[in-house]
């Protein structure tokens, strides 16, 4: 009797271990396979992942070289780049008007002879043939890219004769119209880079490729809003006229409202300027915004001295800005509040500046300055 017990306790031992065995295992081994990475949702290694975006350093040093400064007989002066292998420059219209041969400059300080071969009197583009840039390679351009709103971009260009400058932004609208006589622009990009004059026919560089996607062409002066005319828009056009130069150009001072040209210039220059000379005493950038005094200005007060005024402003923020123009005299208003250094303590000053703006060798200086603290 005992040994019967003894057999079934043994028995039922048996049993209940490998029940508790079977168990476990079955409990892990289902588990591992609810809960493994599944093969649908698993990342294909062998896809490949999106290209890194070029480094931005590296796209304006490659972009630079083929960016160049389109110069006039009076003395303005645009930009332009270089996009075929022929030697030719897209640039604006408004940019070479009246003009059939242009001198151009590129970033190393070389100076070529360039002859104007195509400009429209309803598109603002025209294009450059410089003998001496040919078989040069050009920028790039993106042809079926579209930008949307958000996208970074770069605009370069030589604003004020400024040669090699770089301004960021995004794109803030697609598909703008706007009306600058005697050109028409029609489904342009809006930028928030700043554009000036000097800038126009300057290239608008999509950050994330480096490649051309527009001409930076025209700006508002309310908000510095800026232009682009994109790339793919114009291409037909100015690759008929690297084909088959125009013989004779149009004449576009005939056109209605050609002479706001001008005008529009010497306001958004007024703007742009005093907007820069702030900016560059705000970074202590002193040697940029004393060039941009007026020889009468420079000869009553050295450099030393001019430095000296500011060396106690840490910044200068310019709140309202408001330009007054009549009978050629530029009269620019602002509202300026400035962060100061007084005897160890920093202080916030607000003042109204009232710049003159006039031009000397065709060029626009801050003539003078009528200072009023306000508080």
Known sequence: MNKKWIISISISLLIWTSGSIGYFYLKDRVANQVYAESPILKRDTDVPTLKTEVNLKEIIRETQKKVVMVELDDGTVGSGFLYNNNGDIITNAHVVSGATDVKIRTTDAKGYEGKVIGLSMETDIAVVRVEGLKDQPPLEISVNRKLEIGDEILALGSPLGLQNTVTTGIISGTDRELDIAPYKYENVYQISAPIAPGNSGGPLIDRQTGHVIGINSARL???????????NTVLPLVNSWSETPMKNLPDISKLDGADEIDENKVLETADYLVSYFNESLTYRDYVTAYSMLGSDWQSKVSYEEFRNQYLNT???????????????????????????????????????IHYEIAFENEQARIISEKKELLK
Do not use: M, W
């Not at 309310?222 to 005319?229: A, D, N, R, V, Y």
């Not at 923020?317 to 509202?335: A, F, P, R, W, Y």
């Open 314 to 352: 840490l910044s200068l923020k310019i709140e309202e800005l408001k330009i007054n123009s009549q009978n050629g005299h530029v009269d620019v208003e602002t509202v300026i509040t400035a962060q100061e250094r007084e005897n160890e303590k920093k202080i916030q000053s607000t003042y109204r």
């Open 221 to 231: 002066e309310q908000g510095s809003i800026g232009f682009s005319i994109p790339i």
